[in-house]
């Protein structure tokens, strides 16, 4: 499964990320986003932020969902700042300026214990005009 063999990836550190962007290619190439769910769901937070990670480096077509997308909106709130992270930079496609829901999000992500998610979320908003 694909959360074996991310950590596969993560214990061997000797490729400089040359396999975990392959992987990535993979997903460009047609594999299958569904898969990405188990990483999402992972109980392991650097497994989370990797599949959420992955979900930024592809084209938005592949992964919009509602299932998806609903993951990704929870994991803003994860406990973990770099899932938290990547979770926005995978939900900034699905981002309507429009909706409340956005403008929710997005001032609760500006007020994020961690610079690094405030910065996103204030890339975002900028972005989308709400600054």
Not at 38 to 59: F, H, K, R
Not at 77 to 88: E, I, L, Q, S
Not at 89 to 102: D, H, I
């Amino acid at each position: 499964m694909i959360d074996d063999e991310v950590t596969e990836l993560l214990t061997d550190r000797t490729d400089d990320g040359r396999r975990l962007n392959q992987l990535v290619d993979e997903f460009r190439r047609g594999r299958e986003v569904s898969q990405l769910v188990v990483l999402l769901d992972s109980s392991n937070p650097e497994l989370v932020s990797i599949g959420a990670w992955i979900l930024c480096e592809l084209p938005f077509e592949l992964y919009r969902s509602d299932d998806m997308l609903r993951r990704l909106r929870g994991l803003t709130g994860h406990c973990d700042p770099a899932v938290r992270f990547h979770a926005v930079g995978a939900l900034f496609p699905a981002l309507n300026p429009m909706e409340t829901s956005t403008r929710d999000l997005l001032q609760k992500l500006l007020s994020d214990p961690n610079d690094g998610v405030r910065r996103a979320a204030q890339m975002a908003a900028s972005r989308l005009s709400l600054t």
